[in-house]
């Protein structure tokens, strides 16, 4: 079973850009969650979208956003890029329904952002 | 709300020595707990997990970690460290049933010696 695949890997860009992350969750996965992962800050969750709905958020501005397909793939996009929005973007997938049980989370190897 | 954390940022231990990285949470509900490692550029995978039942859990790798709620702690240990032990693990909480919308720790780097 191919895992979780985001695309680019690397990517650079400037200052007032805008920029767009994807993510391919392993197939049969509703769940998509985004990470961002920075040495200052460590790992923070983003955002979570199960079935094309946002269902969890964390605390970030309104320039990070996301979406869902409906084959589940997921788009995040960042707009006005500022220089400390520089960082590992990681994206996980899980079946996602938590009817009464744990459904375990896999990471994708993660977009690594450059901002100058 | 909840929180992590790991006390440590840089353990050091020797080949052959006992693993300890600790972790201590916040949370107002019963959570899931896990530890995942990071090797260099690379994701994250799953060590282990707490959800529920026993509250000590085996993961890969030889690892292991016990959910004490009284102390609110789940710290990681390994008998005998390896040096492919080496790399990056931290610490997450969830409240959710899913088990998604992790809170991390800040992460403790574990360096192997010969």
């Known amino acids: 079973k191919a895992g979780v695949t985001q695309t680019p890997r690397y990517l650079i860009k400037t200052r007032g850009q805008q920029v767009t992350l994807s993510c391919s969750p392993i197939?049969?996965?509703?769940?998509v969650s985004w990470y961002q992962q920075t040495p200052g800050q460590g790992l923070q969750f983003l955002f979570e979208?199960?079935?094309?709905?946002?269902?969890n958020k964390g605390n970030f501005p309104g320039r990070f956003s996301g979406r869902q397909f409906s084959n589940s793939r997921s788009e995040m996009n960042v707009s006005t890029l500022e220089l400390g929005d520089s960082a590992l973007y990681l994206c996980?997938?899980?079946?996602?329904?938590?009817?009464?049980?744990?459904?375990?989370?896999?990471f994708g190897p993660g977009t690594r952002l450059t901002v100058l | 709300a909840q929180s992590v954390t790991q006390l440590g940022s840089h353990v050091s231990v020797s080949e052959g020595a006992l693993v300890l990285l600790r972790c201590n949470y916040s949370?107002?509900?019963?959570?899931?707990l896990f530890w995942y490692v990071q090797y260099p550029n690379q994701g994250l995978q799953l060590l282990l997990k707490?959800?529920?039942?026993?509250?000590l859990v085996k993961g890969i790798n030889g690892f292991e970690a016990e959910f004490k709620k009284s102390e609110t702690s789940f710290h990681l240990t390994k008998p005998s460290a390896h040096m492919s032990d080496a790399a990056e693990y931290f610490c997450?909480?969830?409240?959710?049933?899913?088990?998604?919308?992790?809170?991390f720790g800040k992460g403790t780097t574990l360096s192997v010696s010969s």
């Open positions: 949370s107002s509900v019963p959570p899931y």
């Open positions: 996980a997938s899980s079946l996602g329904h938590g009817k009464g049980s744990y459904n375990e989370q896999f």
């Open positions: 997450a909480v969830s409240e959710n049933q899913a088990g998604t919308a992790l809170i």
């Open positions: 197939s049969g996965h509703r769940s």
């Open positions: 707490y959800t529920t039942g026993a509250t």
């Open positions: 979208y199960f079935s094309e709905t946002q269902r």
